[in-house]
């Protein structure tokens, strides 16, 4: 099939999300200029930069960790496991700014190294950010959409023991959690290897 954006797809659900991934989940935790600490997760999340190490999320209008990334210049991307789904899920919950989502899912806050920023004591890893720039952004038009984009580039990095194996991180043994189309998730417990092909090609 092929559709117009613009015209709608005609199916019972949207397929955009589900054709777009899997897609790491990033649990982004925050501490606001009051001292608030929030915990959700994006799954329109990324690393986009090695080199330093950037990541970003976008957040559908400015919710509580867009906002006091924005606030306080700092975020940690704490990375979701299989045996974190179900906290991971209830952060999602529309809570109100002034309840932690700590609280909420009963995971422990630890304090990060490099940013104010707390981040989950439970997470395989957890990834200490600093805000580069948080912006609204805007379609073929120029017209503001309802997404604003949180850049940060990675200052500390937290792993997990038992989720390194012969110097390398290993994602089978961290189960990682990736966001699929439609309430469809998976974890990483299998992985398989490609070596780069080199040039020229030979059989």
Request: hydrophobic fraction near 45%; include cysteine; charge should be negative.
């Amino acid at each position: 099939m092929f559709y117009r954006v613009e015209d709608g797809h005609g199916l019972p659900h949207d397929p955009f999300k589900a054709l777009v991934s899997p897609r790491p989940i990033g649990w982004i935790s925050t501490r606001d200029a009051v001292g608030r600490d929030n915990l959700a997760p994006y799954s329109f999340f990324m690393a986009i930069s090695s080199e330093p190490p950037i990541v970003v999320f976008s957040s559908v209008g400015i919710k509580d960790a867009a906002r006091a990334a924005g606030e306080s210049g700092a975020f940690v991307v704490n990375i979701a496991s299989r045996d974190l789904a179900e906290a991971v899920n209830l952060s999602s919950a529309p809570a109100p700014s002034d309840v932690s989502e700590f609280d909420l899912t009963g995971l422990t806050r630890a304090d990060s190294e490099m940013v104010a920023a707390p981040r989950v004591a439970e997470a395989v890893a957890s990834l200490e950010c600093k805000v580069i720039e948080v912006r609204h952004v805007t379609d073929l038009d120029g017209k503001a959409t309802h997404n604003h984009l949180v850049t940060g580039q990675v200052v500390g990095v937290h792993i997990a023991e038992r989720a390194l194996r012969e110097g390398r991180f290993d994602v089978t043994a961290a189960r990682l959690l990736a966001r699929l189309g439609y309430m469809d998730y998976l974890s990483t417990d299998e992985v398989f290897t490609m070596d780069r092909p080199q040039w020229p090609i030979t059989d």
